[in-house]
């Protein structure tokens, strides 16, 4: 057959435009979901993906935790993946205003969001814009030993004076009221964000960690003259510990409470404990006129800003927050579903969870070191430690931790 030169033309641009309209559907993932449940439960979700629309490829570039750090900064300048995984928060607001994330306003709108991811709405929400959809978050509150409080005569309290009457009670009895080790100084920042939440609030606390509020306010002091108060029913030794060594004092008997997020649920029973004896209860209320907010890391996708095909990353992310996608998802991860009408397995612990933060309509917190700036998080948790050692230093940490705040704003 002997083609004219109008169809060697033809020939010719579909032979050019045939690649690009094979790739034109194709969606690049980047993610550091390299552990062994985050990929499983991301393999499953690709290819469910996949399985619903046939005409997409998700094709995944999977990154180590700490190299992703980097790599993010580099690939949302450079060369930007169709969706990226990150965190919410303080740690995404960076990213939206270097205007790397693209606003998914119309993904919450479209799909129904703001009702049923509503209890992290405010963590994925800066200026009255949503910049990516949130999929899975833990809980954290108080682990307790049944059996101590069963031998001390005490019931679980859900407001602060009695929590504290419970305190003296175990002291009585020779027990830390509560345990943490504050070694690596995570673990004690968890106490000042309830601290914090209870006391003032979480519009508050979220001002206060972006570095809004001067560290030297009297609100700031007022959280700090709570904490004190709980500084004498807490493990002396908490310095020299690591949190693994706190779940050994509740496992032992030797203190009652501990502060902790539900990934110590495992280390509590593998070290002895049963569902019979190891409780969960939420941070007790310490101002009652302030709405209850719960302090939940919450995992996010999001759409880079140079997305080349932010249309089919829009419905990934519809895909993502869907009630059985996430129920699916989290069944893999061990962890929660942040849509209302996801369910959760038998598991008590993820149950007390998916409750808490469901009707936590005060707002999630991310955790200190996620919603306060990396320079803050540092000094501020070594405060929060010296504070514990030293509460008669407190003047001087806060106007170190103010000075910290100034530089960072400059």
């Excluded at 002291?171 to 943490?180: P, R």
């Excluded at 280390?267 to 101002?287: K, V, W």
């Excluded at 095909?309 to 990934?316: I, Q, R, S, V, Y």
Aim: proline share 6%; aromatic share 12%.
């Amino acid at each position: 057959m002997v083609l004219s030169n109008k169809g060697l033309l033809l020939a010719a641009l579909l032979a050019t435009t045939a690649p690009a309209f094979a790739q034109a559907r194709e969606l690049v993932f980047n993610t550091d979901a390299s552990d062994p449940a985050p990929k499983a439960a991301f393999e499953q979700l690709i290819a469910d993906f996949e399985a619903e629309y046939p005409d997409i490829t998700v094709k995944v570039n999977i990154f180590d935790h700490e190299g992703y750090k980097t790599a993010i900064r580099n690939f949302l300048t450079a060369d930007a993946p169709d969706l990226a995984n990150w965190y919410a928060g303080n740690r995404m607001a960076p990213f939206v205003a270097a205007n790397q994330f693209m606003d998914v306003s119309d993904v919450w709108e479209e799909n129904g969001l703001n009702d049923s991811l509503h209890s992290a709405a405010s963590a994925m929400t800066i200026d009255g814009k949503q910049w990516g959809v949130p999929y899975t978050y833990y809980q954290w509150g108080i682990y307790y030993n049944k059996d101590v409080y069963a031998k001390v005569g005490v019931e679980p309290a859900d407001n602060w004076e009695d929590f504290l009457a419970n305190c003296q009670k175990f002291k009585d009895a020779g027990i830390d009221c509560v345990t943490t080790g504050s070694k690596a100084l995570w673990p004690i920042a968890g106490i000042f964000d309830y601290m914090s939440l209870r006391t003032n609030g979480y519009d508050w606390h979220m001002q206060l960690t972006r570095g809004e509020i001067p560290w030297t306010d009297d609100k700031v002091k007022a959280v700090f003259a709570e904490w004190e108060k709980l500084l004498p029913y807490t493990s002396p030794n908490h310095a020299a510990i690591d949190w693994q060594d706190a779940v050994s004092n509740i496992v032992q008997g030797k203190a009652a409470n501990y502060v902790m997020g539900n990934f110590a649920v495992a280390p509590f029973l593998d070290g002895g404990m049963t569902e019979e004896n190891l409780g969960f209860m939420p941070f007790p209320t310490i101002n009652a006129d302030i709405p209850r907010a719960e302090e939940a890391p919450t995992d996010t996708v999001h759409i880079p800003a140079g997305a080349k095909n932010p249309e089919d990353a829009k419905l990934f992310l519809a895909f993502l927050a869907r009630p059985d996608v996430q129920t699916k998802m989290n069944q893999t991860l061990g962890q929660l579903p942040i849509n209302a009408e996801s369910s959760v397995g038998d598991d008590p612990y993820l149950q007390a969870g998916f409750d808490l933060l469901s009707t936590a309509d005060g707002g999630i917190a991310q955790f200190f070191d996620r919603d306060a700036s990396p320079e803050m998080a540092k000094v501020g948790m070594e405060g929060f430690q010296e504070f514990m050692v030293r509460p008669e230093r407190l003047d001087g940490i806060l106007e170190r931790l103010e000075r910290t705040r100034q530089r960072a704003a400059r």
